[in-house]
């Protein structure tokens, strides 16, 4: 149904090395990059989910009220990959959760 996703981010350095380690628990990688953008994707190469500034560059990048993105894994094993990666990387654990496997996953990330 999308093409892609992107979500505004304040500081372009940390949030690539977070996407970097966090994506590639699901099989994703950086597969394009400029100096105001990163683009994650399998190995077709295309850019699903996507990182740059705010378009409206006079304020820093917050989460979105009511924004939830949720990707599909291959396993639970990946499910937990994911969320120690992010963690590691400088998300919070959210308590906001409906079931098992989304208290693993569901992080707040403010980059």
Known sequence: MFDHISIG??????SRAFYDAVLATLGFERVMTFDA??????????PRFCINPPLDKTKKAAPGLGTHICSQSPDRKSV???HAAALVNGAKR?????????SLAYLVCRL
Do not use: N, P
């Not at 953008?37 to 295309?46: K, V």
């Open 37 to 46: 953008f990163a683009g994650y994707g399998t190995d077709d190469g295309y």
């Open 80 to 82: 937990q990959a994911f």
């Open 94 to 102: 959210s308590e906001e959760h409906t079931s098992e496997l989304q």
């Open 9 to 14: 981010v304040s500081d372009m350095a940390r």
